[in-house]
C-alpha cells in the first residue's frame, strides 16, 4: 500500500502542479466520451497515380535508409519503375500535398532513383513458387502486355507474348527516343520480366503471322496492340516528298535511322508525339516550328516535356492550324496556315478552333511532320470483339464479349500514358487470374477520404526546398541522342524522400506517445504498434490533434450497458 500524502500547510504544496503519488488506480478513462483511433488515410499521390502504388511507404522506407525495401514495394504495382521514373506524366506529383507548402515533391525522380537502384544491385524479381497448369497467350510487347505478363507470371502462369515488331517494348521502344528513355534502361526491365519465365515472340503479326484460331489453345488472351495506325488528315500536298507522320519518323530515328527531315522542319500537333519527333528532328539538324491550333494550356503533351523543347530552340505558334503544302520542285517549300480562334468546348472538353476567314500565313519549310494522333487497327479481330470500329467491346472487369479473352493499353482504349497502360495490365492480370481460377469480381467502392493539405500538422515539417535534377545544356543535346535528366544521388535521394509529409500514414514518429497528459499510449514492440491504455486515456484528443500525417481520428465512445 502506497503512502498517504498528507498537506499540514502552505510549505507542503508542491511547487509544480504535479501528482505526489502514482495516478494509475484513478481511472480516469470513465470520463471519456471521444476515443482517438490509428487510421490510415489514402495520400492525394497515391490515388492520382494510375497504378495506386503505396508512394508514402517507398518513400518513408528510403528516407530511412532502406532502399531494397522501397524497390519491393514499387514492384508491387510496376514492373517498369526505371521507365516510369523517367517518361511517366507523373499526376502524383501535381496531387502532392507538400506542393501547396513549398513545392510538390521529386516524386518521380525517386522511382527513377529505386528503378535503376534495383537495377545496378542486379536486384532480380522473386519468382513465385510454384506453378499453374494453364497457358495465356498476350498480343502485343509493349507496356501494357508486357505488365500483364509480369504479374500473370508472379502468379505462376505460363505466359507467351506475341510481338508483332522486331523487338520488345511497344511504344516505349519505337515511340519514346533515347534521350528520354534509353535503350539499356528498357532492355534491363524487359530483361528482368524474361527472368520470371515469360517467353517473347518477335515478329509475329496478328492477321499475317497468325491469326485468331491459332490462339485458341491458350487458356486465356490479353490483347494489347496498341495504337499505331495514325490519324492523316485530308490535307493538300500531303502527299509531297518531305512529308513526314510522327509515329513512322519516330520508328524510324528510334530503330537507329537518322532521317533529315529538312534544314526547316515544321511539326503539326500538340501531343507527345508532335513535341517527340520536334525534339528529334533538332537532333538531327532541323530548325523546328510547332503549329497548335488551340492554345499551349490545351496541349495534351507533358509540360515539362514542352518546356524541355523551348529550352532547346523550338519555336511554337499557337492558334494555328496547316490549310495546304506548297510544293516547288516536287518538294515541300513551305506550309500554309490560317489563323484560329477558340470557341464553345467539343467533345474533349476544350474549346473549339474556329479558322479565322483570311487570316492564311505561310512558314517556309523544307520539311513537315504530321503528328495528329494515333488509333488502334482492329482489321484483324472478329466484329464479336468490337464495339464500333475504333474500340474493343470491355466490360468493366476488362474482359470481351468473348470468354478468356480481355484486352488492355491502347487498344481497350487505354488513358495515352505509358503509367494508364501498365495497370491495364495488371487488371487485365487479376481478371485472367479470376477467371481461370473461377473466382468471382467484387467491383471497388467509392473512394473515400483522402489526407488532404488541411490535414496535415505543419508545426512538424519545416520549409525545404525540393532537390534540384541536373541535365545536359541545350547546347549539348543537340549533338546526339543522348540522357538528358541525370539521376539523383543515393544521399539526395534520402534527403528528397525525407521532405514526405506521409500524408494518412503512421510512421512511427511518437508525437502522439509524447504528447499524451495522461501517458496513456505506449509502443507495442512485440505487435510493433502503439496501445493506448483505455482505463486512464480521458479522450481529450490531443494526441490526434498534434499528429503530423493525420493518421489519427477521434470518434465517438460507445460504451456498452
Not at 85 to 113: K, Q, T, W
Not at 537 to 547: L, N, Q, R, S
Request: charge should be positive.
Amino acid at each position: 500500500m502506497e503512502e498517504k500524502i498528507s498537506i499540514k500547510g502552505y510549505r507542503d504544496i508542491p511547487i509544480l502542479s504535479m501528482s505526489l503519488q502514482s495516478t494509475l488506480p484513478n481511472k480516469t478513462g470513465a470520463w471519456r466520451y471521444l476515443r482517438p483511433a490509428y487510421i490510415t488515410l489514402p495520400a492525394p499521390c497515391s490515388r492520382a497515380c494510375p497504378l495506386g502504388q503505396d508512394i508514402s511507404f517507398y518513400l518513408n522506407s528510403l528516407a530511412d535508409g532502406k532502399p531494397e525495401e522501397a524497390w519491393r514495394k514499387i514492384l508491387e504495382a510496376n514492373p517498369f519503375p526505371s521507365v516510369c521514373g523517367r517518361v511517366c506524366h507523373h499526376p502524383c506529383e501535381r496531387d502532392c500535398n507538400r506542393r501547396e507548402y513549398d513545392e510538390a515533391l521529386a516524386i518521380n525522380s525517386l522511382e527513377r532513383f529505386l528503378g535503376d537502384w534495383g537495377m545496378k544491385k542486379g536486384k532480380p524479381f522473386r519468382r513465385r513458387e510454384g506453378k499453374r497448369r494453364e497457358k495465356v497467350a498476350v498480343v502485343g510487347a509493349g507496356p501494357a502486355g508486357l505488365s500483364c505478363a509480369y504479374f500473370l507470371a508472379g502468379k505462376g502462369y505460363a505466359v507467351e507474348v506475341l510481338e508483332a515488331m522486331a523487338e520488345p517494348g511497344g511504344m516505349l521502344r519505337y515511340g519514346i527516343p533515347a534521350y528520354r528513355l534509353p535503350r539499356g534502361i528498357l532492355n534491363g526491365e524487359i530483361d528482368r520480366i524474361l527472368s520470371l519465365g515469360v517467353k517473347i515472340r518477335t515478329r509475329k503479326r496478328m492477321g499475317i503471322d497468325f491469326g485468331f484460331e491459332d490462339l485458341k489453345p491458350y487458356d486465356a488472351v490479353f490483347l494489347a496492340t496498341g495504337a499505331w495506325a495514325e490519324n492523316k488528315p485530308k490535307l493538300p500536298g500531303a502527299d509531297i516528298r518531305g512529308v513526314w507522320h510522327g509515329l513512322d519518323f519516330l520508328t524510324r530515328v528510334n530503330s537507329g535511322e537518322r532521317p533529315f527531315p529538312g534544314r526547316n522542319t515544321v511539326v503539326v500537333g500538340g501531343g507527345n508525339t508532335a513535341i517527340d519527333a520536334a525534339r528529334a528532328a533538332r537532333r538531327l539538324g532541323s530548325e523546328v516550328t510547332i503549329l497548335y491550333r488551340r492554345v499551349r494550356e490545351d496541349m495534351p503533351a507533358i509540360p515539362s516535356e514542352v518546356e524541355e523543347a523551348e529550352k532547346e530552340g523550338i519555336q511554337f505558334t499557337f492558334l494555328a492550324a496547316p490549310e495546304k503544302v506548297v510544293e516547288r520542285g516536287g518538294k515541300v517549300h513551305a506550309v500554309e496556315a490560317i489563323r484560329t480562334r477558340l470557341g464553345k468546348p467539343d467533345a474533349s472538353g476544350r474549346r473549339a478552333p474556329i479558322p479565322i476567314r483570311g487570316s492564311n500565313f505561310k512558314i517556309p519549310a523544307n520539311g513537315l511532320i504530321l503528328a495528329l494522333g494515333e488509333k488502334a487497327d482492329f482489321s484483324f479481330l472478329p466484329e464479336i470483339l468490337l464495339a464500333g470500329k475504333d474500340r474493343i467491346a470491355l466490360d468493366p472487369e476488362g474482359k470481351t464479349n468473348l470468354p478468356g479473352w480481355f484486352a488492355g493499353g491502347d487498344a481497350a482504349p487505354g488513358g495515352g500514358f505509358v503509367s494508364h497502360a501498365i495497370a491495364s495490365g495488371r487488371r487485365g492480370a487479376e481478371a485472367i487470374d479470376r477467371f481461370l481460377r473461377g473466382a468471382a469480381w467484387k467491383p471497388e467502392g467509392e473512394p473515400g477520404k483522402t489526407a488532404r493539405f488541411a490535414d496535415i500538422n505543419l508545426d512538424y515539417f519545416p520549409p525545404a526546398r525540393r532537390a534540384a535534377v541536373s541535365a545536359l545544356a541545350p547546347g549539348e543535346r543537340k549533338k546526339g541522342f543522348r540522357e538528358i535528366h541525370r539521376g539523383f544521388s543515393e544521399g539526395k535521394a534520402r534527403g528528397e524522400a525525407g521532405r514526405c509529409f506521409s500524408c494518412g500514414n503512421c510512421i512511427q514518429c511518437n508525437v502522439c506517445l509524447l504528447v499524451c497528459p495522461d501517458v496513456a499510449i505506449s509502443f507495442a514492440e512485440t505487435e510493433n504498434r502503439y496501445a493506448i491504455d483505455w482505463d486512464h486515456c480521458k479522450g481529450c484528443g490531443i494526441c490526434a490533434v498534434e499528429c503530423p500525417r493525420s493518421a489519427m481520428a477521434l470518434e465517438e465512445e460507445k460504451w456498452n450497458g
